[in-house]
């Protein structure tokens, strides 16, 4: 079984501030994380992916985020929030295999994070 | 254009009728899964299509809803007797195997009145 946990279901930070959203998992098997950002009234774009790599994973836009095993964190990191990340980023974990071996890959979503960015 | 097109992207139907969606993903995505985002919530899995075969069911699948993929490429989720807990953002997200991560749809939104 795979689950998420956002810590934070609101963030508010002023432009130019760091960002720091936070993400706890939990997984039977070596997880692939990812974090995707939905913006009002669009789709879900992926910001960056974990799949067994660097623990310090880049994304676009200047996003990061650390896979840290011993935490079971995938806190998502930016050093200067800009008035267009505010938006809902959802943390996710997949499985690389469910019972019985077969690879799914289906997709478990956390609650979501709304970041909210103040001139 | 993201590589998934779904099709409509707004419904609005009462109560009792039957809707069907639609998602096309390009040729190379052979995975193709289904997802329902209701309002301040994460997308929660429905089911998922290896090419044309449906490999697994979310218990969230009741038996009013089928999906299929005759051909291994677009894929339909029709829901019969819709009710007004139906609502939600439906989302289609496809990739292929072997690559992590996958391309998500713009969705169709459902509302039953």
């Known amino acids: 079984a795979q689950s998420v946990t956002q810590l934070d279901s609101h963030v508010s930070v002023s432009e130019g501030t760091p960002v720091l959203l936070r993400c706890n998992y939990s997984s039977s098997y070596s997880p692939s994380l990812f974090w995707y950002v939905q913006h009002p009234n669009k789709g879900l774009q992926l910001l960056l992916k974990y799949t067994s790599a660097a623990t310090l994973v880049k994304g676009i836009n200047g996003f990061e985020a650390e896979f840290k095993k011993s935490e079971t964190s995938f806190h998502l990191t930016k050093p200067s929030a800009h008035m267009s990340d505010a938006a809902e980023y959802f943390c996710?974990?997949?499985?690389?295999?469910?019972?019985?071996?077969?690879?799914?890959?289906?997709?478990?979503f956390g609650q979501g994070t709304i970041l909210t960015v103040h001139p | 254009d993201t590589g998934v097109s779904q099709n409509p992207r707004h419904k609005i139907t009462k109560r009792g009728q039957n809707v069907t969606f639609r998602c096309d993903p390009i040729s190379e995505h052979n995975r193709l899964y289904w997802y329902r985002q209701t309002l301040g919530q994460g997308p929660e899995f429905l089911t998922y299509?290896?090419?044309?075969?449906?490999?697994?069911k979310s218990r969230l699948l009741s038996d009013r809803f089928s999906a299929e993929r005759p051909k291994g490429s677009f894929s339909t989720l029709e829901i019969q007797r819709t009710e007004q807990g139906d609502s939600a953002m439906y989302l289609c997200a496809a990739g292929r195997t072997g690559v992590y991560g996958y391309t998500f749809g713009s969705g169709t939104r459902l509302t039953v009145v």
């Open positions: 299509f290896q090419n044309e075969a449906q490999l697994e």
């Open positions: 996710v974990v997949s499985d690389l295999k469910a019972a019985g071996g077969t690879s799914y890959g289906k997709l478990t």
